[in-house]
């Protein structure tokens, strides 16, 4: 049984430690997120391009397999975003975490419905302003992360982030041991969210041939793609990614070519195909040696952080915030 490590996150959320799994499209599904659920931290099912009908067996799956708070996230910039937030609201799942774009124009209905709303940030303004939207939290996500991403790292963010609003923050980019999730507390942070440390979890569904990738990663291993046309995202090196790379030099001239290319790249490498498919991955990859269940992913960074003073540092980001409410 992992150790309780309590925090406002984990109030807010009625989890034992404050730890979130990642949204990874096509990735965090119900094995993945109920197992992080049970396991005492907080399982998110990823929405992001999937059908409806998906989403609706995928949580009552997750539901079947533990009692326990189960998320989901949206992709604000998918056409079926607006249908999607409905759909969550009705089956009021716990908690949903938002991406690409602000949740205003469904905050009211997920709230009326009891849903905790934590969207995830890649700037201070933003946190800011999620804030004043009534966000109950903020991820702050540092450009180490896997997927899309921003361009501050987690170590300039997070603290910045933490003066400038009340509400918790979970630190997410860089984390995959104790000894990160020790560090996010020190830099006022209440929890952490992580995606590339759950990818090899024997809970995860992707392919083995992912998996090994992952850890088999040195810490110079992944190439951001996609900063010419203004989504930039993080993932492995491999034949798709510097290929990719290569035609964005000339957006102009290759922009229909790349657009083939984005096609299905992610169901590719999930299917195991590591050379044509984007493997999504943040930079903490090298840090990730050993497959091992969920359960013993979240007991290993609590025992390691708590033996680093983890609960000290904790406290000290409460009465922080404490002294900020008053």
Same mark, same amino acid.
């Given at each position: 049984? &992992?150790?309780?490590l309590?925090?406002?996150?984990?109030?807010? /959320?009625?989890?034992e #430690?404050?730890i979130i799994?990642? $949204?990874? $499209?096509?990735? $965090?599904?119900?094995s =993945?997120?109920?197992a992080v @659920?049970?396991a005492?931290? =907080?399982?998110?099912i990823?929405c992001?391009g999937?059908?409806?009908?998906?989403?609706?067996?995928?949580?009552a799956e997750?539901?079947s397999? &533990?009692?326990? *708070? +189960?998320?989901?996230n949206?992709m604000?910039?998918?056409?079926?975003a607006g249908?999607?937030a409905k759909?969550?609201a009705?089956?009021k799942?716990?908690?949903i975490? &938002?991406g690409?774009?602000?949740p205003?124009?469904y905050?009211?209905?997920?709230k009326e419905?009891?849903?905790k709303? +934590? *969207?995830?940030?890649?700037? &201070?303004a933003?946190a800011?302003?999620?804030?004043?939207?009534g966000?109950?939290a903020?991820?702050?996500e540092?450009?180490? @992360?896997?997927?899309?991403?921003g361009e501050l790292?987690?170590m300039?963010?997070? *603290?910045?982030?933490?003066d400038?609003?009340?509400?918790?923050?979970?630190? $997410?980019?860089g984390?995959a041991?104790?000894?990160?999730?020790?560090?996010?507390?020190? /830099?006022g942070?209440e929890g952490?969210?992580?995606?590339?440390?759950?990818?090899?979890?024997e809970?995860c569904? #992707?392919?083995d041939?992912?998996k090994?990738?992952v850890l088999?990663?040195?810490d @110079?291993d992944? +190439?951001v793609?996609?900063r010419?046309?203004g989504? *930039?995202?993080?993932c492995?090196?491999n034949?798709?990614?510097?290929?990719v790379r290569? /035609? !964005?030099?000339?957006m102009?001239?290759n922009?229909?070519? =790349?657009e083939?290319?984005?096609l299905?790249?992610?169901?590719?490498a999930?299917?195991?195909?590591?050379?044509?498919?984007?493997?999504?991955?943040?930079?903490?990859?090298?840090?990730?040696h050993?497959r091992?269940?969920?359960a013993e992913?979240?007991?290993?960074l609590?025992?390691?952080?708590?033996?680093?003073?983890a609960?000290?540092?904790? !406290?000290m980001a409460r009465?922080?915030?404490?002294?900020k409410?008053?």
């Open positions: 049984m &992992t150790a309780a309590n925090t406002r996150v984990t109030e807010l /959320l009625g989890t #430690v404050p799994q990642g $949204a990874m $499209a096509r990735i $965090a599904d119900a =993945l997120a109920s @659920s049970e005492g931290g =907080l399982g998110i990823a992001g999937a059908p409806l009908d998906w989403v609706e067996a995928q949580i997750a539901r397999r &533990t009692s326990k *708070p +189960i998320g989901a949206v604000l910039m998918d056409p079926n249908e999607l759909l969550l009705e089956l799942v716990d908690v975490t &938002t690409a774009g602000s205003a124009n905050m009211e209905m997920w419905a009891g849903i709303v +934590i *969207p995830v940030v890649a700037s &201070t933003l800011v302003r999620m804030e004043r939207l966000a109950d903020v991820v702050a540092g450009t180490e @992360s896997g997927g899309h991403i790292t987690t300039a963010l997070v *603290p910045s982030v933490v400038a609003v009340k509400i918790p923050v979970i630190a $997410a980019g984390v041991d104790g000894r990160g999730l020790a560090a996010v507390f020190a /830099l942070a952490v969210q992580m995606g590339t440390r759950f990818l090899t979890v809970e569904t #992707v392919a041939a992912y090994e990738r088999a990663a040195k @110079s992944t +190439i793609t996609g010419g046309s989504h *930039p995202a993080r492995l090196k034949k798709f990614s510097r290929a290569k /035609l !964005e030099g000339d102009a001239k922009g229909d070519e =790349l083939q290319m984005y299905g790249s992610l169901r590719r999930v299917e195991g195909d590591v050379e044509n498919g984007s493997l999504m991955s943040g930079q903490v990859a090298a840090l990730v050993e091992k269940t969920a992913v979240i007991d290993e609590v025992r390691e952080a708590c033996a680093l003073g609960r000290d540092l904790a !406290e009465a922080n915030a404490a002294r409410r008053a």
